[in-house]
């Protein structure tokens, strides 16, 4: 299970309470072999004739689909979504409680400021994009992330609501983003 499952999920699978649970990228990596090969469609009709052998399920009666590849259809732009959120948060609460801060990232990360404050980051996206532009938007706005989190990791003395949402953009990296062969 994935870190950040809930505690009553824990429970009822017996595990403590502060297990960390396995890799987000276990979904994934499932997904992807699944798709490789039709075994997943020949085990779904072996179950499915059991249950209806066993009196569970009766033949033609409506069922309830899978939805696995409709989660990954979705897992892109979600991950993008959380993470420019993220970044805009973080600049946003840098603007509020650590001004200095904020006035060094204004110079040094100028463009970026902007984009999340005012610009075309600065608002999520509506419109309907294809696979290649949606995975071109999650590099972008990771990119971004690294990029302000390298700026704050070399500043002492964050302001403790700064560094909350520092922690919070970092934590989105990690549970969202698995870097692919080119980084």
Known sequence: MPAGTTSGSKYILGLELDDMGFDHSIFGRFRDRLLQSEKHK????????LLVDE?????????RVDSTHII???AVPAATELIRQGVRQCLIE???KDHAVFLQARQTLTELVH???????????MEQIDETKRR??????VKDARELLAFLDKRDNLHP??????????RLLYENVMPDENG
């Open 72 to 74: 990954a259809n979705v």
């Open 42 to 49: 020949e085990a779904f009709f072996k179950l499915l004739e």
């Open 55 to 63: 009196g569970l399920v009766k033949e033609k009666e409506k069922q």
């Open 161 to 170: 609501a700064v560094e909350y949402r520092r922690t919070i953009l970092q």
């Open 94 to 96: 840098m603007k509020r």
């Open 136 to 141: 071109q938007r999650l590099t972008a706005v």
């Open 115 to 125: 984009q999340y404050l005012s610009g075309k980051m600065a608002k999520k996206q």
